[in-house]
């Protein structure tokens, strides 16, 4: 901002002959950095988020495999209902299951990380 007044003062632009022209001019200035400012702290803001939202993910994802590792369902006790065909189909289509999660998993970590950028 004291740049451009000093430019101004330098240059001398035609303008009419207003005391307030430069008081305005400081206002305005004023104006753009409140601008910048709120928009620079909704961009921490975006990225602190994400942060966040990204290492809850993390915790998540490993505090359910551990568990899943540490209490695993007994299939034998459970047979011919839900439980087995779930197992049918992850033991015969395992390979592939991973695919769409990871799919989805890094889709969304690309809509939100596009969101806080564009923000």
Known sequence: ???IE????ENKPLVKDDPTFLQETR???D????IKAEVDHQRSYGRIALI???AIGLA???LITALAYLY???VQSVRHGLWESVRVFAQTW???LLLPIAAIAIGLGVALSWKTVRQ
């Open 1 to 3: 901002m004291k740049e």
């Open 6 to 9: 000093a430019f101004l003062k």
């Open 27 to 29: 206002r305005r200035m």
């Open 31 to 34: 104006q753009v950095d409140g």
């Open 52 to 54: 966040v939202a990204l």
């Open 60 to 62: 998540a994802g490993v």
């Open 72 to 74: 695993p369902v007994d």
């Open 94 to 96: 395992r390979q592939y």
